[in-house]
């Protein structure tokens, strides 16, 4: 038996395994090993489900990713976050809709300290959605608002995705970081503006105005961010000035949060033990898929799918931007069935060598696939973000409706995508400054 068509079979396997809702970690795990067996027998097979987790889990730079979960749990059940809503609404209360521009705001401040879109929408959720009803929003738009402003968590450094990304591909960390502030910061003005134009022709659905806030409130509600400033200049600062690198910026991120929180005397023991068992059932998920990932990684280099793909596409001799439309085009179709790490460590082993063939920027790539990752946690019918806040607001609205709250911001992800495939350079502006 060849080993492409055990490669083909396997690939057809994984993707009837996913649609069937099989956990992409067990599909790509039993994918693997079956083909690894029936291409070079039962002990090549068992020496490779005993010594990758092992060599997944021990990387260095992997470590950054428990340590910045950790980070943002700190931060998240400390109540970090009150306080960068309230600035935004004092800042932005003038312009129309400006609750809702402010949520989408404090989702983007908040993203700086959690690097992951579901906590980003948890916690806004609770503070953001009843603030936005009890202004006379449309319930289901100002779901949408916080579901689709959670997703900046992915892009705002320290995103767990970027993370992840840049372990597989062998890319810096901080270039994806960096890269991650320009589309994070491109999606925040994309969600504000449509908020605006609602406000602005639709005010029943979003009120053009929200209460004047004194402007002496404004350096209150500064102070009070005094934790989060604190830990985007100590962790931020000193990654980006060059003082440690991306993975010792997690462990004083995590160093300082426990600082912080200790000395707002807002952690107890049983709150301590909650977020270390969330950071450990997260990371233990997302450490799974990992292995699962490398493992089919060499399961298509062993069968020869992985370079038969590769030469097939490059054979087609496409130009580089129709290759990455039919990057986007992949993406958004896995995405209404798959979750984004699986996405993500599924598709890598196939489009990277196709990717540096083109010599296309892996920074900018990376920063496309979580931006594309997290456009896909807000389609039907899985969209993570939605069901967090469905969560959150209970019995208020329905799933359909939320959906239909997002599918505008959905658009706006598009434009943002396309925007960015046009002019790269809203993603590299900041790495090119500062290289």
């Not at 989408?104 to 300290?113: E, L, Q, R």
């Not at 994806?176 to 659905?205: C, D, K, N, Q, V």
């Not at 939605?386 to 799933?399: E, H, P, Q, R, Y």
Request: glycine share 10%; proline share 5%; hydrophobic share 55%.
């Amino acid at each position: 038996m060849s080993g492409t068509f055990v490669g083909f079979a396997g690939i057809v396997a994984m993707l009837a395994m996913l649609l069937l809702r099989v956990p992409v970690a067990l599909a790509m795990i039993s994918v693997s090993g079956l083909g690894t067996w029936m291409l070079l027998g039962s002990r090549a097979a068992w020496g490779v489900v005993q010594t990758t987790p092992f060599q997944f889990v021990s990387s260095w730079t992997l470590s950054a990713i428990p340590m910045f979960m950790l980070m943002g749990y700190i931060s998240f059940h400390s109540g970090m976050t009150s306080s960068m809503f309230a600035l935004a609404k004092a800042l932005l209360w003038r312009i129309p809709g400006g609750l809702g521009v402010s949520a989408i705001f404090a989702c983007t401040i908040f993203a700086s300290v959690s690097g992951s879109a579901v906590a980003n929408s948890a916690a806004m959720g609770r503070i953001t959605i009843p603030e936005m009803l009890r202004a006379g929003y449309e319930k289901n738009f100002a779901c949408g608002i916080v579901a689709s402003g959670g997703t900046i968590g992915a892009l705002i450094p320290p995103s767990i995705l970027l993370i992840m990304f840049g372990i597989f591909a062998q890319t810096s960390i901080i270039q994806l970081f960096l890269a991650g502030i320009g589309m994070g910061l491109a999606t925040t003005i994309g969600y504000s503006l449509l908020i605006i134009g609602t406000s602005i022709f639709r005010p029943e659905i979003a009120p053009r105005r929200m209460p004047r806030v004194p402007s002496e409130e404004i350096l209150t509600h500064f102070l009070q961010m005094w934790p989060v400033m604190l830990l985007l200049v100590g962790v931020f600062g000193g990654m980006f000035g060059g003082i440690f690198t991306a993975t010792e910026a997690g462990a004083m991120g995590a160093l300082m949060s426990l600082l912080i929180a200790l000395v707002q005397r807002r952690l107890t023991f049983p709150l301590m033990g909650r977020i270390l068992s969330e950071t450990v059932m997260v990371c233990g998920a997302l450490f799974l898929i990992g292995v699962g990932a490398t493992m089919f990684t060499r399961f298509l280099a062993i069968s020869g799918m992985g370079d038969l793909i590769s030469q097939s596409v490059l054979g087609w001799n496409l130009e580089p931007w129709q290759l990455i439309l039919v990057f986007v085009a992949v993406y958004l179709v896995l995405g209404t069935f798959m979750d984004g790490i699986g996405m993500m460590l599924l598709t890598l082993p196939i489009f990277l060598p196709i990717i540096e063939a083109q010599q296309i920027s892996l920074v900018w790539v990376g920063v496309l696939t979580a931006k594309l990752i997290e456009t896909s946690n807000l389609s039907p019918p899985l969209g993570m973000n939605v069901f967090v806040i469905k969560n959150v607001v209970g019995s208020l609205t329905t799933v359909t409706g939320i959906f239909r709250g997002v599918l505008n911001f959905m658009y706006i992800d598009i434009v943002v995508v396309l925007l960015c495939v046009a002019f790269p350079s809203i993603v590299m502006f900041i790495p090119d400054l500062l290289k």
